[in-house]
T-cell receptor, first 115, second 113 residues
Framework: GAGVSQSPRYKVAKRGQDVALRCDPISGHVSLFWYQQALGQGPEFLTYFQNEAQLDKSGLPSDRFFAERPEGSVSTLKIQRTQQEDSAVYLC?????????????FGPGTRLTVL | GENVEQHPSTLSVQEGDSAVIKCTYSDSASNYFPWYKQELGKGPQLIIDIRSNVGEKKDQRIAVTLNKTAKHFSLHITETQPEDSAVYFCAASFPGGYQKVTFGTGTKLQVIP
């Protein structure tokens, strides 16, 4: 079946612009995660959804970052007034349940470049 | 919070040799340790994992070991092949609902044919 998909794959924004990044998880997966991966680093947790409920947003760097998953499937990560330090790959992952040992399946990521 | 350190940052081996990547974690409550392989332009892919009630796990050419007392765990790849070339990440997760993982900084493995 289809894996996790993300769009766009690449996004270039001018500083101060708003961007929206989309994640289509594997159908039926309860859990959805967003990560930020800076160049040469490991992914860093941003936020977690269990179905439509955002249960953990402790990793969001600032109030310019906002995520939603209104119907418990597709999720959008929005970044307002982008800054150069927001340049990174944004990864989405989903897992079938909300267990601490379920496999997370990652999408290919969206590479955001802020000029 | 949890802190995961990973060494080495780069590793070059000849095809057929073994590769070992080592990680340490700080939170003794962590109980689940996945390893991911990330190829260029792709998201991380789980290759093997280990839980804290197990000391070693093997899957074909890949094995992981866990020392809870010392809080370190390692990935061993035997008979390396060029297709093993990628960036490998260790990670740690603690119990309590969903899997909130902390990743290491990655090891870029190059297998030389």
């Amino acid at each position: 079946g289809a894996g996790v998909s993300q769009s766009p794959r690449y996004k270039v924004a001018k500083r101060g612009q708003d961007v929206a990044l989309r994640c289509d998880p594997i159908s039926g997966h309860v859990s959805l995660f967003w990560y930020q991966q800076a160049l040469g680093q490991g992914p860093e947790f941003l936020t977690y959804f269990q179905n439509e409920a955002q249960l953990d947003k402790s990793g969001l760097p600032s109030d310019r970052f906002f995520a939603e998953r209104p119907e418990g499937s597709v999720s959008t990560l929005k970044i307002q007034r982008t800054q150069q330090e927001d340049s990174a790959v944004y990864l989405c992952a989903s897992s079938i349940r909300d267990s601490s040992t379920d496999t997370q399946y990652f999408g290919p990521g969206t590479r955001l470049t802020v000029l | 919070g949890e802190n995961v350190e990973q060494h080495p940052s780069t590793l070059s081996v000849q095809e057929g040799d073994s590769a070992v990547i080592k990680c340490t974690y700080s939170d003794s409550a962590s109980n689940y340790f996945p390893w991911y392989k990330q190829e260029l332009g792709k998201g991380p892919q789980l290759i093997i994992d280990i839980r804290s009630n197990v000391g070693e796990k093997k899957d074909q050419r890949i094995a992981v070991t866990l020392n809870k007392t010392a809080k370190h765990f390692s990935l061993h790849i035997t008979e390396t092949q060029p297709e093993d070339s990628a960036v490998y990440f260790c990670a740690a997760s603690f119990p309590g609902g969903y899997q909130k993982v902390t990743f290491g900084t990655g090891t870029k493995l190059q297998v030389i044919p």
